[in-house]
Nanobody
């Protein structure tokens, strides 16, 4: 089993910053992609950013230039530094990882429980 625990959410004023963290634990053989999604009230979950083991990253257009994804492979942790936050960034933020476990022969996607980010105007 793979467990993901997010932290770092909270309430911040527009223009402020937050740093989210997500730690993966459990019977993990290897991790490839690690990423962040978000879901605002009444909306579908949407892609935010992703980081691959090889070092490449990708961002949604709406956050590019404001958010930075990074990872510490030794700690099995992915971070999301969020700067210049806007009220429209308000959402529950979920991390996900593509992991290989001793009982699987292919990478599977696992999700965390989410952390709330609220940006006030």
């Amino acid at each position: 089993q793979v467990q993901l625990v997010e932290s770092g959410g909270g309430l911040v004023q527009a223009g402020g910053s937050l740093r989210l963290s997500c730690i993966a634990s459990g019977s993990i053989g290897a991790i490839n992609a690690m990423g962040w999604y978000r879901q605002a009230p009444g909306k579908q979950r949407e892609y935010v950013a992703q980081s691959w083991r090889g070092g490449s990253t990708n961002y949604a257009v709406s956050v590019k230039g404001r958010f930075t994804i990074s990872r510490d492979n030794a700690k099995r942790t992915v971070y999301l530094q969020m700067n210049s936050l806007k009220p429209e960034d308000t959402a529950v933020y979920y991390c996900n990882v593509d992991a290989l476990t001793p009982t699987t022969t292919s990478y599977r996607t696992y999700w965390g429980q989410g952390t709330q980010v609220t940006v006030s105007s």
